[in-house]
């Protein structure tokens, strides 16, 4: 059996680099687009630059864990601790499912299936504070239906980027990896 090494410093430097720009430009570009969901475009895309980067298992959940307590740190976005949630859950069904999609799929699919699975835990945070709130059962399903697809589609636009950014890195043998 092969003994998995632990990470490198290098590798650990750059999760907490994504983790770090992901709240950084999460806070500057506060956008007021009207629209829930706008920030899984980051979200995905640097959750899957990492994993795709570093190709192990806990990438993402690393990532998502420091981005979620250096957002608490600077109090970026609203929600108090619940703020941990919203970048934590979608980084740990990232990276299940991440375990389970066959390699054989493209490499624009994985990324798809994995932005849409991320939105999807995502917005478990956006109906866990609704329930907290008290609102009805249905209302929330209704609510975390609306969120899915509202943030479906900025997590797949943010996944769409990430094969590219990957195949240029690879060109530049800058990637090291082929495990994604």
Known sequence: MKKKLPLSLQDSLFIGFCATLLVALTGMLRL???ISGHSMF???FFYLICYGVLGRFG???????IAGLVAM???VGKGG??????FILPAIAMDLVALLLPLTLSLHWRCVILGIIGCMAWAVKVALTNALAGMAFDVVLIQWGASVLKGGFFAT?????VPPVLHRLKAH???HRDKF
Do not use: E, Q, R, V
């Open 32 to 34: 007021k687009l009207g």
């Open 42 to 44: 980051l979200m995905s």
């Open 59 to 65: 990438s993402m959940i690393a990532c998502g864990g």
């Open 73 to 75: 740190a600077l109090g």
């Open 81 to 86: 601790p619940m703020i941990l949630l919203k």
């Open 157 to 161: 636009l943010g996944a769409l980027l």
């Open 173 to 175: 043998d800058l990637l």
